[in-house]
């Protein structure tokens, strides 16, 4: 299982979970041996619309909304039984999607 990787994906909507939830799996990884890359930030997706404030009346009276998705990778170039195994244990918070892939 040494030569294997595994790539983690991380996407939240607020930057300061998704950095802590990095820097626990980044402890969690050197803690059990194995070797890590990253994090490597992604673009951040900014996704806007525009509402009108009253639909029958004052066109020009609109509202403007956004959202942003910030992302993360995390290379895992040394694996270890035991790296998978903590891996497996912790425990992120709810914001937090998470995209484990394997690649040999």
Not at 65 to 90: G, K, N, S, Y
């Amino acid at each position: 299982m040494e030569q294997d990787k595994i790539r983690i994906r991380l996407r939240a909507y607020d930057y300061k979970l998704l950095d802590e939830s990095v820097k626990k799996i980044i402890e969690t990884v050197k803690r059990t041996g194995g070797v890590i890359r990253g994090p490597i930030p992604m673009p951040t997706k900014i996704r806007k619309w525009c509402v009108l404030r009253s639909p029958h009346k004052f066109e020009q009276s609109r509202e403007h909304f956004e959202v942003r998705e910030h992302a993360r990778i995390l290379d895992i170039t040394r694996v270890t039984p035991q790296t998978i195994e903590a891996l497996m244990e912790i425990n992120l918070p709810a914001g937090v999607d998470v995209e484990v892939k394997m690649r040999g």
